[in-house]
């Protein structure tokens, strides 16, 4: 597996771009693949698997063709097995952009990192959308964000001595609760009931460091803000005793992530609520060269099963090839048979 | 198969009286009945997993001692939600039964 974060130089130039690495897109390389295109994927989030991974890594799903009983991690698993021989190459922790077309007909898609690539076919695969942190629903919290109210940690200096309120009751609040307890002036961690689903071990930690009168514990959630220009005074929150004022000079907000469709609204696309329509043989969308495939896309009679989302993939590829390769002809084979398909796969 | 109503005051206060079917999950009946009034939908984005808190409801004072308590997995996902009360609940955690003829909720606000 190919991970790359930082934006190359360059435009990477490849057969398509896949927007979302969840099941469908990565099942998607494997069909791609199978007829010599190359792909490249993009995802939010800071693995792969998507909803899969992020939702429900554990449950088990019942209806995945001669899988009886496969969780969702262990279908990532199994489809980045089934895609590895095609060196996909994955471009996490950034989201698909803008898209603009060339004089040559083909696309560049710039991502929030500024990855740029240049390519014949762009295939959304994205769910649901791109998971997102969730933004606590507070009047006038806009002005804050990226100021003094914060969704993720990318830049701890920033916080050193400085009274922070870390809200949120799991994993990335009590880790960021713990981890800057020493360089922030205060730290109060604020959280809606005295329970945690964080780890059992960090939860210990922190009740240490409460009880020592290192860090503050609050129960609670936030209703408003108080300050200027951005700049955070305090926060108001709600408990079982009243409102309560908290002064801080930043909030961390940990409320776990929501899926947004985000930019591909705005891409010029025929949408029908947060779904893409698409035609229901080549799933290509009302923009030739750019594909919905998976829970994304919507046409008469759509499932939103991962099943689907397998089908659609393949017949995806099949313009998608003839748009990459225009003076090529289209062979059907398959792999039982095919030395040539067997020799992609490396089992020849 | 046994069935009933329940009510369900949408995100513009207007009460609803919807048919309930036993097995069904809460937010499904919510889902499915909901057609293009977008004040009664849930979102529900994981399908009823208790994944993702997007089908959260209150539950009516005269109800709220009548429904089985949530699992630690509904608990820790409410963590997520906003606007949680004593009486939240997330409707695909609520199976619907006979007992239930008549539950009455209400839709949480929505937030993007």
């Not at chain 1, 979302?20 to 010599?36: I, T, Y």
């Not at chain 2, 309930?20 to 889902?31: D, F, H, P, S, T």
Request: hydrophobic letters at 40%; charged letters at 20%.
């Amino acid at each position: 597996m190919t991970l790359i974060s930082k934006p190359a130089s360059a435009p990477i130039v490849t057969d398509a771009v896949i927007v979302g690495a969840g099941p469908v897109g990565l099942f998607a390389v494997f069909e791609l693949g199978l007829l010599g295109l190359s792909a490249h994927l993009v995802d939010a989030l800071d693995k792969v698997g998507g909803q899969c991974a992020e939702l429900y890594p554990e449950k088990p799903i019942f209806d995945i063709p001669a899988w009886p009983r496969i969780t969702g991690q262990e279908l990532t698993d199994r489809l980045m097995e089934q895609a590895a021989p095609f060196n996909p190459v994955f471009h996490l922790n950034q989201q698909a952009q803008s898209l603009s077309q060339q004089p040559d007909g083909s696309w560049r898609l710039e991502t929030s990192a500024g990855t740029v690539f240049h390519t014949a076919n762009v295939v959304i695969a994205a769910g649901a959308g791109a998971f997102t942190p969730r933004r606590p629903p507070i009047p006038g919290i806009d002005a804050f964000e990226g100021k003094s109210v914060f969704y993720a940690v990318r830049d701890r200096s920033k916080f050193v001595g400085k009274n922070l309120i870390i809200a949120g009751g799991g994993d990335s609040a009590l880790d960021w609760a713990l981890a800057l307890a020493d360089d922030a002036a205060s730290v109060t961690l604020l959280h809606r009931r005295d329970d945690f689903r964080a780890a059992p071990d960090s939860v210990e930690k922190m009740r240490r460091l409460v009880a020592e009168g290192r860090m503050a514990l609050a129960i609670g959630q936030p209703s408003s803000l108080e300050g200027e220009d951005g700049h955070l005074q305090a926060l108001n929150i709600t408990t079982t005793d009243g409102p309560k004022r908290l002064p801080a000079d930043a909030l961390l907000a940990f409320y776990g992530l929501k899926p947004q469709l985000g930019p591909i609204a705005e891409w010029g696309l025929n949408l029908n609520a947060s779904t893409v329509l698409v035609d229901t043989e080549k799933f290509q969308t009302n923009v030739p060269g750019i594909f919905a495939i998976g829970d994304i896309n919507h046409y008469p009679g759509k499932l939103k099963l991962i099943l689907s989302g397998f089908h659609e993939a393949a017949l995806m590829s099949q313009e998608a090839f003839r748009r990459a390769r225009p003076a090529e002809r289209l062979v059907f084979r398959y792999t039982t048979s095919s030395s040539d398909l067997q020799q992609k796969l490396g089992v020849a | 198969m046994e069935t009933g109503k329940i009510h369900v005051t949408d995100r513009s206060g207007d009460r609803h009286e919807l048919d309930a079917v036993q097995g069904w999950r809460l937010m499904e009946l919510i889902r499915d009945q909901a057609n293009d009034n977008a004040d009664l939908k849930v979102e529900a984005l994981c399908g009823g997993a208790a994944a993702c808190a997007t089908c959260h409801v209150y539950v009516d004072d005269a109800w709220a001692d009548r429904l089985h308590p949530p699992r630690d997995e509904e608990v820790q996902m409410l963590d997520e939600a906003f606007g949680v009360t004593e009486r939240s609940r997330l409707s695909c955690q609520i199976i619907w039964s006979p007992d239930l003829d008549g539950l009455h909720v209400t839709l949480a606000p929505e937030f993007d």
